[in-house]
């Protein structure tokens, strides 16, 4: 199971960890106990230092001295040894080997990784801000460790990332000179030394690569023979002695000098940063919508237009708590939900070729139970389209840095296969996105083409048609979701497809 592409799955690995300190707890009252032994007998055996020969010989003469110590060394200190020897609280470390065993994989772990860089790349975070619980300007009682940092500034250095591992390992040093130190050289294995021979060969590397004139086979050839020669043992010294200089400087110098090297962020980094100009609003901006169903003429829904051409709307207050944890629960519960991909291209079969997992989510294709049918009406009220034969509902939770990468809703079918989307009766004329929960910080819907981003707020909903009046796709509804930075990202979205709205539709202007 992969934990890390949903909150809600995430919350399991609270309840694992909580057991987990219940049994070392009991592992460390066990120890106690055992070590307060330990210190009783030490205490036992205490007597004044004998440092000359004379003084031992005169201690061994006395019988009171000499017949006790002849018997511990004969009948004590063997069981002593036994003792030690002996396992503390076996069951409770059973249990929890087993416990152990769902824990996340590396798998989950690679998952996470790219979560977490992604938070820093869209939304330009400095490793220093997050160690200390900086995110986007906020701080939060948070932070992150040393085998943190230095598993982040792997995962950039094994995928060649070499300017941004160094921030990271440096980060690790910082935090490894703390006292925890002894507990990552001791238990995890994460020596000082190691990182020390990381850095400079990152360090070395992130000048290769900086260098814009690119580098030839030989030239490529010596800078690796170089790196080899940092982390050689004869050479620690020095690398130790040029790092300790690096990490007396101020952070800030590393930031500042970092933000000289960085890309110009995308348009689409833009956007989820809130860099795009706002644009002038349509004439009539909000009003009731009471046109789209016979229902909205007694109960009109507040409708916002973001977009004409291609038409995207907003409705607010649409979606009921009760409504989203009767989905949530059964979600839940059933333990269904699946990991959900986010896509870059599709194959010759017209099958889309998935890139990234980044949420979890549940198909909720039934027509009996009253909040799907519910949801479905009032999707129906507000784009005037029909559901009857599309019933099916999206239920999606995003996980750690959780994002879609940018798309269009609908698929060409000119370009796919004959059969392709047969079964579901043509094309998406349009997508239905309800929103279930706020998102503090990211999450933003944007549609990159338009200059247009929406924040997330619960019960709300977007609107918006991915086929124009003749029935074409309008390559303008390009998409995305920005990475989620804090917050449980929840939504409910329907594609609604072309074929059952022969009557529906809108007709060509």
């Known amino acids: 199971m992969i934990y890390s592409t949903s909150v809600m799955s995430m919350v399991k690995l609270i309840e694992m960890e909580e057991s987990l300190k219940a049994s070392l707890q009991v592992y460390v009252q066990e120890m ?165 021979k990381k850095y400079g060969k990152a360090l070395l590397k992130e000048s290769v690569a900086s260098d814009k004139a690119k580098a030839t086979p030989a030239e490529q050839t010596e800078w690796n023979s170089l790196a080899k020669e940092v982390v050689k043992e004869a050479n620690y010294d020095n690398v130790k002695q040029l790092i300790d200089e690096y990490l007396s400087a101020d952070e800030k110098i590393f930031q500042e000098e970092a933000a000289k090297q960085r890309r110009k962020p995308s348009k689409l980094e833009r956007g989820c940063r809130g860099e795009w100009p706002k644009k002038s609003p349509p004439e009539l901006t909000c009003r009731y919508n009471a046109d789209t169903s016979d229902f909205l003429k007694i109960a009109p829904l507040k409708m916002e237009f973001l977009s004409m051409q291609p038409l995207v709307v907003q409705y607010h207050d649409v979606l009921y708590e009760s409504e989203f944890k009767s989905l949530r629960d059964v979600a839940i519960y059933n333990a269904t939900m699946t990991d959900g991909w986010t896509y870059v291209d599709f194959d010759k079969k017209g099958k889309p070729k998935p890139q990234d997992r980044v949420v979890k989510m549940m198909t909720f294709q039934g027509t009996v139970a009253p909040f799907t049918l519910s949801i479905n009406r009032r999707i129906a009220d507000m784009s005037g389209l029909n559901m ?122």
Request: net charge positive.
């Open 388 to 509: 009857r034969e599309n019933m099916g509902l999206y239920l999606t939770n995003y996980g750690l840095g959780g994002h879609f990468g940018k798309h269009v809703d609908y698929v060409e079918l000119a370009k796919r296969p004959p059969d392709f989307f047969s079964d579901l009766g043509g094309d998406r004329i349009a997508t239905a996105l309800l929103y279930a929960t706020d998102v503090p910080l990211g999450g933003t819907t944007v549609f990159t083409k338009l200059k247009l981003y929406i924040e997330p707020k619960k019960g709300n909903a977007l609107i918006w048609f991915n086929l124009n009046n003749a029935g074409d796709p309008d390559p303008l509804t390009e998409h995305s979701v920005c990475p989620v930075v804090m917050g449980s990202r929840w939504t409910i979205s329907k594609w609604i497809h072309e074929r059952q709205q022969v009557f529906k539709k809108p007709c060509l202007a």
């Open 32 to 196: 106690q106990s055992k070590l307060d032994m330990i210190k009783l007998f030490q205490e036992s055996l205490k007597r004044e230092t004998l440092t000359s020969l004379h003084d031992k010989e005169e201690y061994m003469a006395n019988p009171l001295n000499a017949f006790p110590l002849l018997r511990r060394l004969n009948q004590d200190w063997p069981k002593w040894l036994r003792y030690l020897k002996l396992a503390i609280a076996t069951k409770k470390i059973k249990e929890m080997e087993v416990q152990l065993q769902s824990a996340p994989s590396d798998d989950d772990l690679s998952v996470a990784l790219k979560g977490m860089t992604r938070i820093e790349k869209f939304y330009n975070q400095h490793a220093a801000d997050l160690t200390k619980g900086l995110l986007m300007g906020k701080q939060f009682n948070s932070h992150l460790t040393a085998p943190d940092c230095f598993a982040l500034g792997e995962f950039y250095y094994n995928t060649t990332q070499y300017s941004r591992c160094t921030h990271w390992y440096r980060m690790a040093l910082r935090l490894h000179s703390l006292p925890q130190g002894m507990l990552y050289e001791k238990v995890l294995g994460l020596k000082r030394k190691k990182i020390y």
